[in-house]
Nanobody, 121 residues
Framework: QVQLVESGGGLVQAGGSLRLSCASS????????MGWYRQAPGKQRELVAT???????NYADSVKGRFTISRDNTKNTVYLQMNSLKSEDTAVYYC???????????????WGQGTQVTVSS
């Protein structure tokens, strides 16, 4: 089984920065696309950023120019550097990994438990 653990969330003032990390562990054979999603109170979960196994990235328009997603394939870890944080960035951030546990097996989506990011002013 694959487990994802997020870290780095917390309280930060508007304009500040925060760096989230998500480490994947377990019986991992390979990981394809990884990403970050967020869910604010009363809203649907939305995509923040994704990164493929080869490093291609995609960002939500609301975070372009402020957030940067990256990954370390040797550590099975994905990061989200968040700069110039705004109040509207307040949400629970979830990590996602598309992984398989064996050669020739199917890729499946795995989710972390989420980490709270609160931006105050």
């Amino acid at each position: 089984q694959v487990q994802l653990v997020e870290s780095g969330g917390g309280l930060v003032q508007a304009g500040g920065s925060l760096r989230l990390s998500c480490a994947s562990s377990g019986s991992i054979f390979s990981i394809g696309t990884m990403g970050w999603y967020r869910q604010a109170p009363g809203k649907q979960r939305e995509l923040v950023a994704t990164i493929t196994s080869t490093g291609s990235t995609n960002y939500a328009d609301s975070v372009k120019g402020r957030f940067t997603i990256s990954r370390d394939n040797t550590k099975n870890t994905v990061y989200l550097q968040m700069n110039s944080l705004k109040s509207e960035d307040t949400a629970v951030y979830y990590c996602n990994s598309n992984a398989r546990t064996g050669y020739g097996g199917y890729y499946h989506n795995y989710w972390g438990q989420g980490t709270q990011v609160t931006v105050s002013s």
